[in-house]
C-alpha cells in the first residue's frame, strides 16, 4: 500500500479530479486498501514502477463486469509523466490482456474535459458515447479486434 500513498502524491489534483470524477484531496485508508487488494478472478492492475527507484509512475485496472464478457478500465499516471506514452503502453497492456481472457468489450468512463485521455481512447480505437452532462463513456469493441463476427440479439 506504500507503493499506492507515494504514487497519489505525486498526482495533481486536477490529474485525481479527472481519474476519480471529483475533488480529492486524499484517498482514505478503505479506497487505498481497495486500491491495492484485488480479486484476481474478476481484475486485474498492471502497474508501471520506475527501474531505478522502483517507485509506481503509472496504473491502470480492469474490473469484469457480472456478464463475464464486459470489463472496465480505469488508469492514473504521475502527473509529470504525461504526454510521454506511459498511459499508451498501460492502455495497450490492458487490451492485449483482456483480449487475451476472452472479453469482447472494454470500456472506461472519462470526463468531457479530458482531452488527451478521449484522444488517446481514440487513437486505440476506442468508440465515445454521450452519457450525462460533462460524461462520455468510451467502449472498444474487442470482438472486431479478434475477427470474431458479432453475436446478434
Not at 27 to 39: G, N
Not at 133 to 142: A, F
Request: glycine share 8%.
Amino acid at each position: 500500500m506504500a507503493l499506492y500513498g507515494d504514487f497519489l502524491r505525486n498526482v495533481s489534483a486536477e490529474d485525481l479530479r479527472l481519474r476519480f470524477f471529483a475533488r480529492v484531496a486524499e484517498l482514505s485508508a478503505e479506497e487505498l486498501h481497495k486500491l491495492a487488494h484485488l480479486d484476481y478472478a474478476h481484475e486485474m492492475a498492471f502497474l508501471a514502477l520506475d527501474e531505478k527507484t522502483g517507485r509506481m509512475v503509472g496504473l491502470v485496472r480492469l474490473k469484469d463486469e457480472l456478464d463475464e464478457q464486459t470489463a472496465e478500465f480505469a488508469i492514473l499516471v504521475r502527473s509529470r509523466l504525461k504526454g510521454h506514452g506511459l498511459g499508451w503502453l498501460l492502455m495497450q497492456r490492458v487490451i492485449d490482456f483482456a483480449k487475451e481472457k476472452g472479453l469482447r468489450r472494454v470500456y472506461g468512463d472519462v470526463l468531457a474535459d479530458n482531452e488527451s485521455m478521449l484522444q488517446m481512447c481514440a487513437e486505440l480505437g476506442f468508440h465515445a458515447h454521450d452519457m450525462w452532462s460533462g460524461m462520455k463513456r468510451v467502449v472498444l469493441d474487442l470482438d472486431r479486434i479478434h475477427g470474431r463476427p458479432q453475436e446478434t440479439s
